[in-house]
């Protein structure tokens, strides 16, 4: 499937596949609790979203140098170019690199290695996400936003992903009011797991532009007849919600009814290397498991550069 798209709900440590965790350890003279890669994927049987992340974070420590974050972005990003992806967003955690005193000089620069050759080597333009963990504290994240500052030339946006029940997103309010202080872009993962309430929260409290997931608003009448009103994008990655169990079986995913609901909704992978896909492939799965025609597809690879950042960069520069 190679509709051309923008991919706006993507960790990049999430497309750490196993023969790459591999062979980053052998390289960093470091070794993985696992066999071999076959054995590496029996342990993606996950059972919620915390099962996924206790993996994601200990799969990280093969992630040392800027050269093993620059291989890894340059992996995603052949792999994007080859299903039709011409523009990414990427996240990136910083904290969870920090804990492991990997520096955001290397975490940064090491992406940009990848990022700032991709329009030539791979045809996609890009932009950095740095996200907050939920489950950490907030004055943490705020650490972390004033050790980004020598970086805010390659960053274009925070986020905040992890954990998301019991870590509400007011939490971070003066985290992001001090973001968007910055003339940083705010995103916002709510309504993976948690309630629909975390994502009027998201919206109202840390003025988010974007709702990362945000399947739950479909229990709140009321909160899809504003985000529909309001055109706020919703970043949807069935294929992860299926492995995560947020759905039971991607066929019963609400994707269709979400649409006809008029809600401004993106296809994308989440951490593709974990959830048996990348963007191209949860296209095709859409397809394949809720009937979606032609259509919805382009209707959907439209949306994608509609909810992008370079639809409102003309705006933001006139301001
Ligand atoms: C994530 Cl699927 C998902 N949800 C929340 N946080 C995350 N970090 C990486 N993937
Ligand atoms: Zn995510």
Redesign the pocket.
């Known amino acids: 499937m190679s509709l051309p798209k923008a991919e706006l709900h993507l960790?990049i440590?999430?497309t750490l596949e196993p023969e790459l965790a591999f062979a980053l350890a052998a390289r960093n003279g470091f070794a993985l609790p696992y066999a071999d890669t076959d054995e590496l994927r029996k342990a993606y049987l996950f059972e919620d979203?915390q099962s996924?992340?206790n993996l994601?974070y200990e799969l990280m420590a093969v992630l040392r140098t800027e050269q093993d974050f620059a291989d890894l972005a340059n992996a995603y990003l052949a792999r994007a170019a080859a299903q039709g992806v011409r523009h990414a967003e990427i996240f990136f955690?910083p904290q969870a690199h920090l804990a492991r005193g990997v520096s955001m000089g290397t975490v940064v620069d090491g992406l940009w290695r990848a990022l700032g050759e991709s329009e030539s080597a791979h045809g996609i333009s890009t932009q950095l996400i740095m996200?907050f963990l939920r489950d950490e504290s907030a004055e943490s994240a705020m650490e972390t936003l004033e050790a980004a500052k020598p970086y805010l030339d390659r960053i274009a946006g925070v986020g905040l992903?992890?954990?998301?029940v019991g870590h509400p997103p007011v939490k971070f309010r003066e985290v992001y009011e001090a973001a968007a202080g910055l003339g940083l872009r705010r995103v916002a993962?709510a309504g993976?797991e948690g309630p629909p309430e975390y994502i009027t929260e998201a919206l109202d409290i840390l003025g988010v532009e974007r709702i990362d997931?945000g399947l739950r608003c479909m229990e709140d009448p009321e909160l899809v007849a504003r985000l529909v009103r309001e055109r706020v994008p919703l970043t949807l990655?069935p294929l992860?919600n299926v492995r995560?169990r947020a759905v039971d079986v991607l066929a019963e995913h609400p994707l269709p009814a979400m649409l006809d609901a008029g809600l401004l909704c993106t296809v994308n992978s989440?951490?593709p290397a974990y959830f048996g896909g990348y963007v191209g492939d949860n296209f095709g799965a859409v397809r394949e498991a809720l009937g979606l025609g032609e259509e919805r597809l382009r209707e959907l690879a439209r949306n994608s550069f509609l909810a992008s950042f370079l639809e409102h960069d003309e705006e933001r520069r006139a301001r």
């Open positions: 960790h440590e999430g979203l996924f992340l994601y955690d996200c992903d992890s954990a998301e993962h993976e997931h990655c992860s995560l989440d951490d």
